[in-house]
C-alpha cells in the first residue's frame, strides 16, 4: 500500500526488526514482570521525599504562612516558582502529543505516552501550591464562581489569577481524557494477555470495554485529531496565563508585554528537558531502546536547543527593552537582575538556559545519551532559577530603599518543593510499572513505514507483507513440521516423554505466544520439537528447562525467569 | 437473531485490505472487523459513514463559549456590578478583554469533554463493560472480519482463504 511509503532518507524509527506482535511483547514486558531492586530503591527515596513534603505541608497548614521565608518586601517565592516551574514541565506532553500530532511527526508515538503522564503528574503538582497557599486548603473551592451564602459575592473575571483557575483546570481535564482516550487500546492490549484474573478484571475496568472495531478506530483517530487541535491552542493559552499572573502587575521586571510567547517557549524548553531526563532513565530501565532510540534524543535535543536560544533571544530582548524604555524603574530592576546581590542567579539562569543547550549544534554531542542526560538536568535547574529571578529579584529591592531586603527559604519551603518532587517521581515510577508506557497501537501504525525490518524489505523491492498459504489453514499445516535435528532426538523424545504428545488429528494447538516469554520465534521452535498445548508446557520442571536450553539453545534461563509453567497452567485453566 | 457468521483471522493489514476489497466486491457484507491499530483506509473499503464527531465538537464548543458569555455577564455586570481598576463594568463588551481568556478556556473544556463523552456514549466504552472483540489476538496482531453468510457458505470461505485468512471459524449468533 501506497501510504505506507515512508522517504529511504528517514532513519527508522522502531529499529531491532519487530514485528507487531514483538510490541506487544515488548511494551507489555514491564507491566506483566517483577519490579527489580533499583525500581524499589527509587521508589522508597521518591516516598520518602513525598512524606517529608506532606509534613512539611501539613506544618504550613497547621501553623500558617508563616512558616515559610516570606516577608513583607519578597511576599512571593519559592511557591510562586515551584508553581510556574511545574506548570512548565507540564506543557511538553501537550506539545509533543498535540503539537507534533497536527505535524504528523512520527517520532512523536515512541514518547508521547510517557510526556502526556509527566504533564498529568506536574501539573497535579503545580496545583498543589496555590491551594497550599490559601491557607484554607479545604476552602479551595472557594475559587470557583459558585452562588453562596454570602449574597452577591463572586469570584472577580478580571483576575488574572482567576484566569489562571480555569485555565489549568481545563488544561489537566482535557490532558487526562486526551491521554486516558489514547490508553483505551493499550490498556485493551493488556487486559487480553493478562493471564491473572485480577489484573485482567483491572485493566478490563480501565479499558472501558475497548474492542477495537473499525468504527471506533475511526473515531478514534477523528477524536484525537479534535482534540489536538484543542489542545495546541490550550497549551500556548494556560502558560500565556501564567504569564498574565506577572505581566498584568505594575512591578519593574514583570511588567513586560514579551512575557507571554517567552513564557511559552520556556516552558517548552524545560518541559522537553524533563521529557528528556525520564525517558532516557525508563528507555533503560524497562528495555525500550528500540523504541526510544538515539534518534528521539536527537530530535528532542534539537528541540531544547531551538526553545532554549528562543529563550536567550526573550532575555536579551528584556533587557534591551529596559534599557530602550528609558524608564529608570525598569532600568534598575533589571541591572540589579544581573549585578545585584542576586547575580549568581541570574548567571546561573543564563549558563544553564542560554550557554548550556547550544552545545548541541554538535551532532557528536546531541547523540550522546551521557551529555543529553546531563543537559536536561542542566536544564531543568536553570528554568527553576529563571522562574526565582524573575519573582525574587523584581520584589527584594522595591520603592523603599530601607524595606530592601532578601529572601531565604524556611525548611518548609524546601521541604514542600522536595515533596513534591517526591510526589511526583512516586506518580511516575507507578506509572511505568502499571501503564504501557509507549503507545503500542500508534507504534503499530507507523511499523510499516518506519519499522527497520519493513525499511530492509522496502529498500530490497520486497513486498512488505507475504499472502499467507492458500491451501489450508495455518495450524493443520505446522503441525506436520518434525525437527531434523538428528543429535537433539534423543532429548527431543525424552522431554516428549514427560511432557506428554501432541496429536495434531485430535486436539488442536493452543497459542503459545500467550506465554510472557514465549514470541513467534520461540513458538514456532517448541511447536518443531513437538509442544503445541499448554497442557504439556505446564508441565515443565527444572529439568525439562534444562533439557529445552540444550534443544533450542537460545535464551537459556528464560524460562524459568518468566515462569511458563505456571502461566501456562492458568492458561490452561482459563482454556 | 439466529444467524450465523464467520470470523476471518488476518494477520497484516495489507493482506485485510485487499481482502476486504475483495468480499466488498463479492457483495458480502462485512459486519465489521476488529483491528489491533488503526488501519487507514479500512473505514472506506468497508463503506462506513465518515463520523461526524467533530461537528459535535464544534457544536459543544460554541455551547461552551454561550456558557462563559451568560456566566460573565450575569456574574460582573448584571448581578453585583464593581468599579475594578477605575475600570467599572457597566457593559458587556466593553469589558470583554478582561472575559477573552475564560470565554477561550470554556470553549476548549466543553469542546473537548462534552465530543469525548460523546465518543465514550456512541462507542459505548466505560467502566465495567465488558470488550467484545471474539478473540484476545485482536488487541495484539491479529485481525478479524466478522461476515454474514447467506448461502454458499463454503465457496465463501474458500474465498477467505484465498484472500490470505489464516483461520476461519463459524459462529452461530
Keep these: 500500500m501506497a501510504s505506507h511509503y515512508e522517504a529511504p532518507i528517514r532513519k527508522p524509527l522502531v529499529i531491532g526488526d519487530k514485528n507487531y506482535h514483538d510490541v506487544s511483547v515488548d511494551i507489555s514486558a514491564p507491566i506483566e514482570g517483577r519490579a527489580n531492586k533499583q525500581w524499589w530503591i527509587v521508589f522508597s527515596i521518591a516516598l520518602a521525599a513525598f512524606l517529608w513534603g506532606v509534613g512539611a505541608i501539613i506544618y504550613t497548614v497547621s501553623t500558617g504562612i508563616g512558616t515559610w521565608g516570606l516577608n513583607k518586601t519578597v511576599n512571593w517565592a519559592w511557591d510562586i516558582t515551584n508553581f510556574v516551574w511545574w506548570i512548565g514541565i507540564g506543557h511538553a506532553g501537550t506539545l509533543i502529543s498535540a503539537v507534533l500530532l497536527l505535524f504528523r511527526q512520527k517520532w512523536r508515538m515512541a514518547i508521547n505516552r510517557s510526556a502526556e503522564a509527566m504533564t498529568i503528574f506536574s501539573v497535579i503538582q503545580a496545583g498543589l501550591f496555590p491551594i497550599i497557599h490559601m491557607g484554607r486548603p479545604w476552602l479551595a473551592y472557594w475559587v470557583v464562581p459558585i452562588p453562596n451564602q454570602f449574597g ?65 478506530w475511526q473515531r478514534f483517530e477523528e477524536v484525537s485529531l479534535v482534540l489536538a487541535g484543542l489542545a495546541t491552542p490550550l497549551v500556548l493559552s494556560v502558560h500565556t496565563i501564567v504569564s498574565y499572573d506577572f505581566a498584568t502587575s505594575v512591578i519593574p521586571g ?26 532516557i532513565i525508563m528507555r533503560k530501565v524497562c528495555s525500550l531502546e528500540d523504541y526510544i532510540t538515539v534518534q528521539h534524543i536527537e530530535l528532542m535535543n534539537i528541540v531544547i536547543m531551538v526553545t532554549g536560544s528562543i529563550v536567550g533571544c526573550a532575555y536579551i530582548t528584556e533587557l534591551f527593552m529596559a534599557w530602550y524604555s528609558g524608564v529608570e524603574y525598569e532600568q534598575y530592576a533589571f541591572l540589579n537582575r544581573a549585578t545585584g546581590p542576586y547575580w549568581w542567579a541570574y548567571l546561573l539562569m543564563m549558563s544553564c538556559n542560554v550557554v548550556s543547550p547550544q552545545i548541541m549544534w554538535f551532532k557528536k554531542i546531541r547523540t550522546s545519551i551521557v551529555i543529553s542526560f546531563i543537559i536536561s538536568i542542566v536544564v531543568n535547574v536553570g528554568m527553576w532559577f529563571e522562574r526565582f529571578v524573575i519573582i525574587v529579584t523584581s520584589l527584594h529591592r522595591d520603592y523603599l530603599p530601607s524595606s530592601w531586603t532578601m529572601f531565604s527559604p524556611t ?44 525499511k530492509k524489505l522496502r529498500e530490497a523491492g520486497k513486498p512488505l507483507y507475504m499472502m499467507p498459504k492458500m491451501t489450508a489453514p495455518k495450524k493443520e499445516t505446522e503441525v506436520k513440521q518434525v525437527a531434523d535435528d538428528s543429535s537433539g532426538d534423543a532429548k527431543v523424545s525424552d522431554l516428549l516423554g514427560t511432557l506428554g504428545t501432541f496429536d495434531a488429528s485430535k486436539d488442536s494447538p493452543d497459542d503459545l505466544k500467550k506465554i510472557k516469554g514465549i514470541g513467534p520465534k520461540m513458538e514456532q521452535t517448541l511447536n518443531q520439537i513437538g509442544i503445541f498445548k499448554f497442557a504439556q508446557v505446564s508441565r515443565m520442571t527444572q529439568k525439562e528447562y534444562d533439557l529445552l536450553d540444550s534443544i533450542t539453545g537460545s535464551f537459556p534461563g528464560r524460562a524459568q525467569r518468566d515462569d511458563w509453567a505456571g502461566q501456562a497452567k492458568k492458561l490452561n485453566k482459563n482454556n | 437473531m439466529a444467524s450465523k457468521v464467520i470470523h476471518a483471522y488476518y494477520n497484516d493489514d495489507d493482506v485485510l485490505m485487499h481482502a476486504v476489497k475483495k468480499v466488498k466486491a463479492t457483495k458480502h457484507h462485512i459486519e465489521e472487523v476488529f483491528c ?8 472506506k473499503a468497508m463503506g462506513l459513514a465518515p463520523t461526524r464527531i467533530a461537528i459535535t465538537s464544534f457544536i459543544y464548543g460554541c455551547l461552551g463559549l454561550i456558557v462563559a458569555i451568560v456566566m460573565m455577564n450575569y456574574i460582573m455586570i448584571q448581578d453585583w456590578p464593581q468599579d475594578i481598576g477605575g475600570k467599572p463594568s457597566f457593559s458587556y463588551i466593553e469589558n470583554m478583554p478582561a472575559f477573552v481568556p475564560i470565554m477561550f478556556e ?23 463493560k465488558k470488550a467484545e472483540n471474539p478473540d484476545v489476538r485482536t488487541t495484539d496482531d491479529h485481525f478479524i472480519m466478522e461476515i454474514e453468510v447467506h448461502g454458499d457458505e463454503k465457496k465463501l470461505r474458500e474465498m477467505l482463504l484465498e484472500s490470505g485468512a489464516v483461520e476461519i471459524n463459524s459462529i452461530e449468533k
Excluded at chain 2, 470554556?106 to 465495567?128: C, E, G, K, N, Q
Design chain 1, 152 to 216: 452577591s459575592l463572586w469570584v472577580n473575571f478580571n483576575s488574572p489569577l482567576l484566569w489562571d483557575v480555569f485555565a489549568i483546570s481545563t488544561y489537566l481535564s482535557v490532558s487526562l481524557v486526551f491521554w486516558w482516550t489514547g490508553l483505551l487500546p493499550d490498556f485493551a492490549m493488556i487486559r487480553d494477555r493478562a493471564v491473572k484474573p485480577f489484573q485482567k478484571k483491572i485493566y478490563s475496568l480501565v479499558s472501558f470495554g475497548w474492542s477495537g472495531r473499525a468504527k471506533d
Design chain 2, 36 to 43: 489491533p491499530f488503526p488501519v487507514h483506509g479500512l473505514d
Design chain 1, 254 to 279: 514583570w511588567h513586560t508585554t514579551i512575557f507571554p510567547p517567552y513564557f511559552v517557549a520556556g516552558a517548552i524548553f524545560s518541559g522537553f528537558a524533563m521529557v528528556q531526563t525520564l525517558l
Design chain 2, 106 to 128: 470554556m470553549t476548549v473544556f466543553f469542546a473537548a469533554h462534552l465530543m469525548v463523552i460523546t465518543f465514550y456514549l456512541r462507542s459505548r466504552l466505560w467502566p465495567f
Design chain 1, 411 to 454: 525548611f518548609v519551603d524546601i521541604g514542600i518543593f522536595i515533596g513534591t518532587i517526591g510526589f511526583f517521581f512516586v506518580l511516575f515510577l507507578l506509572y511505568a510499572r502499571t501503564f504501557p508506557v509507549i503507545a503500542q497501537a500508534e507504534v503499530k501504525s507507523i511499523l510499516k513505514s518506519s519499522g527497520s525490518n519493513y
